[in-house]
């Protein structure tokens, strides 16, 4: 398949595209990871494949509607629906490395910290990667060790 086919396919919205971004846009606040909106789209009665889930991630995420994030390297990537582009581009996540929770943090500052980096005069720059900017720590909940 060339490179055209697969932008083609890639902008096309099927049945099974909308459910995905459906599924996602119901906690739009919230990080699935593709085997989880395989289960829950199992659960409602509309079974997806998970390559068609992870195509349609893909496809979406290009299209800018979803954001793909990596908590931990030892995780699978998880997403979110992106109501607002602007709006989200700087948010980050704080993760409780006690409970696993995920915080989202909003920062104009961290963000024009991330783009004055991507700006030094580094031999060939240097690009911050936000989808996998986590901030690990312990939340408010969770009793200091």
């Known amino acids: ?3 055209a086919e697969k932008q083609k396919r890639a902008r096309r919205n099927t049945r099974q595209k909308k459910l995905i971004l459906d599924c996602l846009a119901s906690d739009a606040g919230r990080h699935f990871t593709a085997d989880e909106i395989v289960d829950i789209l199992k659960s409602e009665g509309a079974p997806v494949a998970k390559s068609t889930v992870y195509r349609s991630l893909a496809a979406l995420e290009a299209s800018g509607e979803v954001r ?3 908590l931990s ?3 699978s ?3 979110q629906f992106v109501a607002d ?3 989200c581009a700087e948010h980050y996540h704080l993760m409780c490395v006690s409970c696993g929770k995920v915080v989202h943090f909003e920062s104009a500052e961290l963000g024009r910290a991330f ?3 991507e700006s030094a005069q580094t031999p060939g720059g240097f690009f911050v990667d936000g989808r996998r900017t ?3 720590g312990r939340c408010g909940e969770c009793p200091a060790e």
């Open 77 to 79: 990537a998880c997403y």
């Open 134 to 136: 986590v901030f690990y």
């Open 73 to 75: 390297e030892f995780s």
């Open 68 to 70: 793909k994030y990596f």
């Open 1 to 3: 398949m060339t490179d």
């Open 85 to 87: 582009a602007k709006a």
């Open 115 to 117: 783009r004055e980096i």
